[in-house]
Structure formats: structure tokens, C-alpha cells
């Protein structure tokens, strides 16, 4: 929370004078309170913050949350732990998948919550490694990920998954941190220089992606960049 605020709330101010100055609207005090708070996206109203780049900050810190509270219900075993973690995975799968409409049971918790706990179930397996758990871990992953390749190459990859980020969820980023963890020299190939400045522009793009989009949107709606392909365009966005 001290890393991020600061910052959140920061841009969150700028963005709301930008909108009154540019739109002249008319801010409420429910809403002014639920940014300033960082209740946005994910509580009760799932609105989108005044800076809609940080909406998922708001589903981080709710994350963060369900993740102390689980800790202490859990007294401090970790296998009691481990099971949380894969019931919360199953359960932000569920509201990512039905796309409910109450308060803190969003499709936007159900993506928070899915990934969030994905990577603590990862870390827990990854620490207690007693019995080899990571090792039979990896092992289911990889033997689901050449499968689910399989299956997609006959099917299609988006036909089969229905949503390109749920493989990436469970299988290939889990399989792909594992690897790299257990197999000393492939740890090494992704700790090289090009592949940690791959890793970079990545994030790069994924912390950028908002304001950018938004960007290029509205020079396309002032007709500037109208007559330029869509892959320009978005190798022009890259670039910014």
C-alpha cells in the first residue's frame, strides 16, 4: 500500500481535473470517496477509478486482503493454506467465467483472484518442497500443456480455450516459472540479457497498454491516423 498509493492517488487527481476541465463533469462525493479509497473496480459498484489505467490496483489491494485474512483463518498450517489458495483459484475461475454482477463477486475479482492466487499456489508448492511437490507439479503441467497443444492444433487454439489467457493461466506460465526454477540451465538462458530485455518491454507494454490504446484512439477519431494499417498502428504504439 505504501508503494502504490502515493502514486495512484497522485494520477488519480490529475485525471479527475482533466475530466472536469475537459468535460466539465460534475464529480460526486460517493465517487470522490471510493477513488481517493481505492474501492473502485472489484468492491461494490465495480466502476472504474478516475485513472482507468489503475483499475486493477483496486482488485490488487482487495487480493492482498483475502490473502491476510486466509493466512490467519489457516492458523498457520500450510498445507490449510495450499487448499485455500486452489478453492480461491477455482472460485476466481467461477466468477471470471459467469461474470456475476454483486458486490466483490465481479468478473473483474474473478480475474484478480484467478491469477492472484495461481501464483501463491505456485509459491507455496515451490517452498514446501519436502516431497518433491514441484517436481510432480511441473510434471501434470507440462503433460496438460502438450494435450491442450494438441487438442488446439486440431481444434483452434481460440476455439478450443475460449480465452486465450486461461491456458496462459494454468499451463504455460506456471509450466514456463517451474522450468526455469528446477532446470538450472534454462533459469540461466532467461536470466541473459536479451531475454530480461524482452522481459522489460513486456512489462513495459503491459503497465503502458491503457493510456496507449486510449492515445492512438483518439488520433484515429481526429482522422490522423485513419489511412494507416491497423498493424502501423499498433507497431506505432509500441514504439511510444
Not at 489458495?85 to 483472484?113: N, Q, R, T
Not at 481526429?222 to 511510444?240: A, D, E, H, N
Request: net charge neutral.
Amino acid at each position: 500500500l505504501v508503494k502504490l498509493y502515493p502514486m495512484y492517488l497522485i494520477t488519480d487527481v490529475i485525471q479527475a481535473c482533466f475530466l472536469v476541465y475537459e468535460q466539465g463533469m460534475i464529480l460526486s462525493f460517493k465517487s470522490i470517496l471510493s477513488n481517493v479509497f481505492m474501492v473502485t473496480t472489484g468492491w461494490v459498484d465495480d466502476i472504474y477509478p478516475y485513472n482507468v489505467s489503475c483499475w486493477f490496483v483496486s482488485v490488487l489491494l482487495l487480493c492482498y486482503i483475502i490473502y491476510f485474512l486466509l493466512c490467519r483463518a489457516a492458523g498457520g498450517n500450510p498445507r490449510r493454506v495450499l487448499y485455500l489458495d486452489i478453492a480461491l483459484v477455482l472460485w476466481g475461475y467461477l466468477l471470471l467465467s459467469k461474470g456475476w454482477d454483486m458486490p466483490f463477486c465481479y468478473a473483474h475479482d474473478g480475474e484478480g483472484i484467478l491469477n492472484f492466487f495461481a501464483g501463491c499456489v505456485l509459491f507455496e508448492v515451490y517452498e514446501r518442497n519436502e516431497d518433491g511437490g514441484s517436481q510432480r507439479l511441473l510434471g501434470l503441467l507440462l503433460c496438460l500443456l502438450a494435450g491442450f497443444l494438441l487438442l488446439a492444433h486440431k481444434v483452434g487454439f481460440e476455439q478450443f480455450s475460449g480465452d486465450s489467457r486461461l491456458p496462459f493461466t494454468f499451463l504455460i506460465c506456471p509450466a514456463v516459472i517451474l522450468l526455469a526454477l528446477e532446470i538450472k540451465w534454462i533459469g540461466k538462458v532467461l536470466e541473459s540479457g536479451l531475454f530480461a530485455k524482452l522481459g522489460q518491454v513486456s512489462m513495459y507494454v503491459f503497465y503502458w497498454h491503457m493510456p496507449l490504446i486510449v492515445f492512438v484512439n483518439i488520433l484515429t477519431m481526429k482522422g490522423w491516423l485513419g489511412g494507416i494499417g491497423v498493424r502501423l498502428r499498433f507497431l506505432g504504439t509500441l514504439l511510444l
